[in-house]
Nanobody
Framework: VQLVESGGGLVQPGGSLRLSCAAS????????MSWYRQAPEKERELVAV????????TYADSVKGRFTISRDNVKKTVSLQMNSLKPEDTAVYYC?????????WGQGTQVTVSS
């Protein structure tokens, strides 16, 4: 099982980034996919969730209207489009796959929002 995130980096406040997560080794289309983030000295928090077929999404209040989660069950990828980025969005972003009691994590990708 592998979840490999990419797309992180340094961006100025107000800018945009698109994170991607490539999945392999499990039945991707059956799993709920999520993005989490963890800032220094803070707990990991849920950012966005998308159901297995992609028909429903949920967002943390702090990112609503700015971030969009999407998935491609053919390519086995999940993405997070992040717009209007703020310094408080700085964190390591993790991809998560969950089905019942099974859960898989990626290694994370750093997002830094700074001028």
């Amino acid at each position: 099982v592998q979840l490999v995130e990419s797309g992180g980096g340094l961006v100025q406040p107000g800018g945009s980034l698109r994170l991607s997560c490539a999945a392999s080794g499990f039945t991707f289309r059956s799993y709920v996919m999520s993005w989490y983030r963890q800032a220094p000295e803070k707990e990991r928090e849920l950012v966005a969730v998308i159901t297995s077929a992609g028909g429903s999404t949920t967002y943390a209040d702090s990112v609503k209207g700015r971030f969009t989660i999407s998935r491609d069950n053919v390519k086995k990828t999940v993405s997070l489009q992040m717009n209007s980025l703020k310094p408080e969005d700085t964190a390591v972003y993790y991809c998560n796959a969950k089905l019942g009691s099974r859960a898989y994590w990626g290694q994370g990708t750093q997002v830094t929002v700074s001028s």
